[in-house]
């Protein structure tokens, strides 16, 4: 972790981005219809619900793979109890969705039952869902979506994030993406002085899926950052042999940009978007001592936002844009520290050990998350602004680092090295539902899109 301090003297050489070929994201389905229905489960208890295979005609590994996929994807947000799929195995699949065997299910305790059909034509998917309650009969969630079908988990992605908005006023994360860095390609830096791993940004949907290099670099790509509209990456590139903040337009229509003009004297790291995508804090010793700036865009109106002589680093946003969290020593031990967003009233929110990699929460949660020195290792910890109290989520296993709020604040991603090497993680905010997103080489940074 005391690298992440360090950043600001170290990490490597030159760079080269592959952003002319960004990720293609599959078509945004089609939808249908919509009846506003509740699920309910007993008294106290969320709502029962079983998800079987989707009927697919000869295509049965689509029809399991989407079904496995979208009851994967309610069970995250854990607002609704998903019976196992092992459970309802025996039941045989019916001719079509008009054929539903309800006493079956009724007999198992489900309350809510996600029934869905796919079939081809020519070459584009259409996916039929219900959501049935099953004491009833009556479908309370009822859609059509067609698409291409290159990609069928997007369309269990896509009904899960309905269904948790329209029976739970929630927004789900099922088609969110991870960006991090990753050195997994096993490249090595060649002349450099002191050779060391290619890093590269890659993406992979919010569940692991679908993992994919979107820069290739001779050097090293890091701390990439979503845009709020998710159409463009700054991260950290060392592609001229220093640090320099580059913003890759991930649509393909816009040239690689570097709104912070780093020099060998003038570096820049870790970007942080503002809410409203118009400027970037960044981290830069271009005055001499790693300060916060400040910077739009298109590269004009810079502002330095700290002036101390130690170090100020790692910025984040709060949600309102008023607010910027930052890591400072100034104290004499690195700590969470928060400014105004034109740097005024300056103030400490830690007092710990070590903290760095600050991170804060969207609304409604008004939290901060960082990663806190613990025995030999590092912990995300959650600092709390109504109560002004800590909490720690992880559970002293490995070194837990750079965690990462999700777009509705529910979960974190975050670094462990809980299985030997640096992993992605994804946590719920309580502590509970830790599942490993990477597994190849070393892996860093996270970064949730909304």
Known sequence: MKTILALTLALGAG??????????????PQSQGEVRLTIVGPPG???????????????????KLVGQVLWDDLNFEREFYLVPRDTYA?????????QIPL?????LGVDGLVVGSIRRTGGNVVVQVRLIEVASGRSVFAKEYSGAGANPRFFAHTIADEIHQQQRALRGVARTKLAFTSDRDGERVKGAANSRDIQNIYIADYDGANQRRITATPSL????????????MAY??????????LVADLTGRRALAKPANGTPEKQNFLPAWSPDGERLAFMSNRDGNPEIYVVNRDGSGMRRLTNHPENDVTPTWAPSGNQIAFTSNRAGRPQIWIMNADGSGQQKITNESWCDRPTWSPAPFNEIAYASQSGGGYDIRIYEFATRNTRTVTDGIG?????AFSPNGRHLAFVSTRAGKAQIFTIARDGNGRKQITTLGENRYPNWSN
């Not at 006493?103 to 007999?107: H, I």
């Not at 790509?221 to 463009?232: E, L, Q, R």
């Open 15 to 28: 760079l080269a981005l592959s952003a002319q070929n960004p990720p293609t994201p599959p078509p945004q």
């Open 103 to 107: 006493d079956r299910w009724k007999e």
């Open 221 to 232: 790509d890091i701390t990439p950052a979503w845009s709020p509209d998710t159409k463009a």
């Open 90 to 98: 025996s039941i045989a699949q019916p001719g079509s969705l008009d």
């Open 399 to 403: 070194s837990n680092e750079s965690p």
């Open 236 to 245: 950290t590139s060392y592609r001229s042999g220093f640090p320099d903040i």
């Open 45 to 63: 208890l969320p709502p029962k619900l079983a998800v079987p295979d989707f009927l697919a005609g000869g295509d049965v590994a689509t029809g």
